[in-house]
């Protein structure tokens, strides 16, 4: 079945350390992206990629780090700078197109501990 | 930059009644789309209904309707014979090519149906 996954469902961090959350697409989508949502904050958008080998910076991307290097998978650093991980992380895709819907992963709560 | 505001935090109806969610977004775009999307307690995002900015008559999914008012740049959802299955985070988003492809989402409305 077609869908995409993110990886781990839950997460725990030290202070200090970079973790990477995962998110592969079997879609064949074109674009991805990373959210962040907090409660009251909705959903705000950490970085975005069309393409493979390119992304671009959203709304919060202090502290976050992504590669795309393939085109079914987007992974998320969160390093050391980010001051305040502790989040529910979404995962997108969406084909070319405008009109296409999002697909979601099913998340990954990060908590530093 | 593109901006979507949700305006109702949260917001409760009784099961059959009808409930209206407002939206209302900024843009300097002529064509975009604006999309509903569900989050239900399980956190996993579905997608409602979507409007194309071009088209003038409204979007219909079965029980959900929207009331799409261009110059206002108003998306208003509305929900018919409220099931209790419809409690959930509704996000009101917007996409443009002039932004490059990005997704924005306001901060959502937390509704509950009650029976």
């Known amino acids: 079945d077609g869908g995409i996954t993110q990886s781990p469902k839950y997460l725990f961090r030290k202070e200090g350390q970079n973790v990477t959350l995962s998110c592969e697409q079997n879609?064949?989508?074109?674009?991805m992206y990373w959210y962040r949502q907090d409660p009251g904050q909705g959903l705000r958008l950490i970085y975005y990629?069309?393409?493979?080998?390119?992304?671009q910076k959203g709304d919060i991307a202090e502290g976050y780090s992504v590669s795309r290097e393939k085109k079914e998978s987007f992974p998320l650093t969160v390093t050391s700078a980010q001051k305040n991980p502790t989040a529910f992380y979404l995962c997108?895709?969406?084909?070319?197109?405008?009109?296409?819907?999002?697909?979601f992963g099913q998340g990954t709560r990060l908590t530093v501990v | 930059a593109q901006t979507v505001t949700q305006s109702q935090p949260e917001m409760s109806v009784q099961e059959a009644e009808t409930v209206t969610l407002s939206c209302t977004y900024d843009?300097?775009?002529?064509?975009?789309?604006l999309f509903w999307y569900k989050q239900p307690p399980s956190r996993q995002m579905i997608l409602v209904i979507r409007?194309?900015?071009?088209?003038?008559q409204n979007a219909t999914e079965n029980r959900f309707s929207v009331n799409f008012q261009k110059a206002a740049k108003s998306f208003s959802l509305k929900i018919s014979d409220s099931q209790l299955g419809d409690t959930a985070m509704y996000f009101c988003?917007?996409?443009?090519?002039?932004?490059?492809?990005?997704?924005?989402f306001g901060k959502g409305t937390k509704l509950t149906v009650n029976p």
């Open positions: 990629s069309q393409i493979v080998n390119d992304f």
């Open positions: 843009t300097s775009e002529s064509n975009y789309y």
């Open positions: 997108a895709s969406r084909g070319q197109r405008m009109n296409t819907e999002a697909f």
């Open positions: 409007q194309e900015a071009y088209k003038q």
């Open positions: 988003a917007f996409t443009s090519q002039g932004g490059s492809e990005k997704l924005v």
């Open positions: 879609l064949n989508h074109d674009a």
